[in-house]
């Protein structure tokens, strides 16, 4: 496979269930990024992993939690949500270059997540 | 506020018609990114531009960035069904590599 793979593509949990989502890049790319897209606001920058540094967004709720075992792979923890936590998330990677070039992102296709 | 406010934030026109989309700041950007979003799917990215006064053109596609870099427009012209989405613009500031976006224009072109 090549690009950004995201699974799964659809999940509906409870407040009090557990689960995780999963991101795995196949571009040999040195960052990747979690984001949040809700309905008719910007894209809501969660998480990033690089090879330099983790960045927290500090608006997010401990409920979610990161983890990135490797430049390839990155995972998105989830628990005790509310109802408000239902969006898209997205996650994307993409090569850092620090003097400057294309930033461009990769996106995956997201999991679309509903909490009940 | 938006770091990155983008205009109008629905557009619906006929197969053929013009269009163009705006994506406005008080901030100045190293580079800004177009992408463009399908229901169902991640944004996939259009182009980056890097230097005021750029314009790239992509087919029927035609981006600009502002002399100032705070500012960039995308054209479409002769838009068709398949141009329909949602376009996104998004930009660095000095040599951070975090994307900051706006929230996004919803292009509709009717058959």
New interface residues.
């Given amino acids: 496979e090549t690009g950004v793979t995201q699974t799964p593509r659809h999940l509906v949990m409870g407040m009090t269930n557990k689960k995780s989502l999963k991101c795995e890049q196949h571009l040999g790319h040195n960052a990747m990024y979690w984001y949040k897209q809700s309905a008719k606001k910007p894209l809501e920058l969660m998480f990033v992993y690089s090879l330099e540094e983790r960045v927290e967004n500090n608006s997010v709720p401990s409920r979610f939690s990161p983890e990135c075992p490797n430049s390839s792979h990155l995972f998105l923890h989830l628990h005790t949500l509310q109802p408000e936590d239902s969006a898209l998330y997205l996650c994307a990677s993409s090569q850092v270059v620090r003097t400057g070039g294309d930033y461009g992102y990769t996106f995956g296709s997201g999991t679309r997540l509903t909490v009940v | 506020t938006?770091l990155?406010e983008q205009s109008p934030?629905f557009l619906s026109i006929q197969e053929g018609e013009n269009l163009t989309v705006y994506c406005n700041s008080s901030s100045v950007f190293?580079?800004l990114?177009w992408?463009r979003q399908e229901p169902?799917?991640?944004?996939?990215?259009l182009v980056?531009v890097?230097t005021g006064g750029e314009v790239k053109k992509l087919k029927r596609l035609t981006f600009q960035f502002g002399d100032a870099r705070k500012d960039s427009s995308l054209h479409i012209t002769a838009a068709q069904p398949g141009d329909t989405g949602l376009y996104?613009c998004?930009g660095?500031r000095g040599?951070d590599?975090?994307?900051?976006?706006?929230?996004?224009t919803t292009v509709t072109v009717r058959a």
Avoid: D, H, I, R
């Avoid at chain 2, 169902?40 to 990215?45: D, R, T, Y």
């Avoid at chain 2, 590599?97 to 996004?104: P, Q, T």
């Fill in positions: 938006q990155l934030q190293s580079s990114q992408y169902g799917e991640g944004p996939v990215l980056t890097v996104l998004a660095a040599n590599y975090k994307l900051s976006f706006g929230a996004g």
